[in-house]
């Protein structure tokens, strides 16, 4: 069975700096997919970005990217000019792709980031 | 416009008594999953659905029970064989292909014992 492993229970950044969150995670695929999600106070689940475990160039949605490093089994998330809405808990996501990758996901317990006015 | 609706946003549930939540979606996604998040625990999987009327038991599925009579619906039934079901549900779809495809989340429903 998959595990994902969020090492950090709360990160604090001051508003418009940089913040890394990490995330590993423990496979014996090769075909799977990553998802980092944000959840704010509301409890709604937001996609803030994904990669495919194929794929060598790490994604990136305009603040955020990621460093996704398949050998060390590590994706953390890149969170750039950090802002007020950007405080929420993080969740990082693993799928499998093996099967039509339709098992759910695997989570990890998340990160509770604080942004600093 | 297309989404997820969780229903009801708040349940309480008495001592020996079966609830059910709702989980509808307009989305036309094949696949469907129930998550529950405990504090400090993230979301674990409890039952998903890839077509009507099939469905498989996920990580904590002991204590629940799903039907999916129609593509649209997914329905989550709490037994009173469930001994701690106090949590946050989130009902979530994907469309076809899977994998690469993110889930879709509902708004969630917080089910709380008297």
């Known amino acids: 069975a998959q595990t994902v492993t969020q090492s950090q229970p709360e990160m604090s950044v001051q508003e418009a700096e940089t913040v890394t969150l990490s995330c590993t995670y423990d496979?014996?695929?090769?075909?799977?997919?990553l998802f980092w999600y944000k959840q704010p106070p509301s409890r709604q689940m937001i996609l803030v970005i994904r990669?495919?475990?194929?794929?060598?160039q790490n994604a990136t949605e305009n603040r955020f990217s990621v460093n996704f490093q398949k050998a060390a089994k590590s994706f953390s998330l890149k969170i750039s000019d950090s802002q007020l809405g950007d405080a929420a808990m993080y969740f990082c996501?693993?799928?499998?792709?093996?099967?039509?990758?339709?098992?759910?996901?695997?989570f990890g317990k998340g990160t509770h980031l604080i942004i600093q006015p | 416009d297309g989404g997820i609706t969780q229903s009801p946003k708040y349940l309480f549930r008495k001592e020996g008594q079966n609830v059910t939540l709702s989980c509808e979606q307009n989305?036309?996604?094949?696949?469907m999953y129930w998550y529950r998040q405990d504090p400090g625990q993230g979301l674990r999987l409890i039952y998903y659905s890839q077509i009507v009327n099939d469905f498989q038991k996920g990580d904590i599925a002991e204590g629940y029970s799903v039907s999916r009579e129609k593509k649209e619906s997914f329905p989550l039934t709490v037994t009173s064989a469930q001994k701690n079901p106090t949590a946050f549900y989130l009902c979530?779809?994907?469309?076809?292909?899977?994998?690469?495809?993110?889930?879709?989340f509902g708004d969630g429903t917080r089910l709380s014992i008297l």
């Open positions: 979530a779809s994907t469309p076809i292909p899977y994998s690469n495809q993110p889930q879709h």
């Open positions: 989305l036309n996604h094949d696949a």
């Open positions: 996501a693993y799928r499998s792709g093996e099967g039509g990758g339709a098992d759910g996901l695997t």
């Open positions: 496979t014996s695929e090769s075909d799977y997919y």
């Open positions: 990669q495919e475990a194929y794929k060598q």
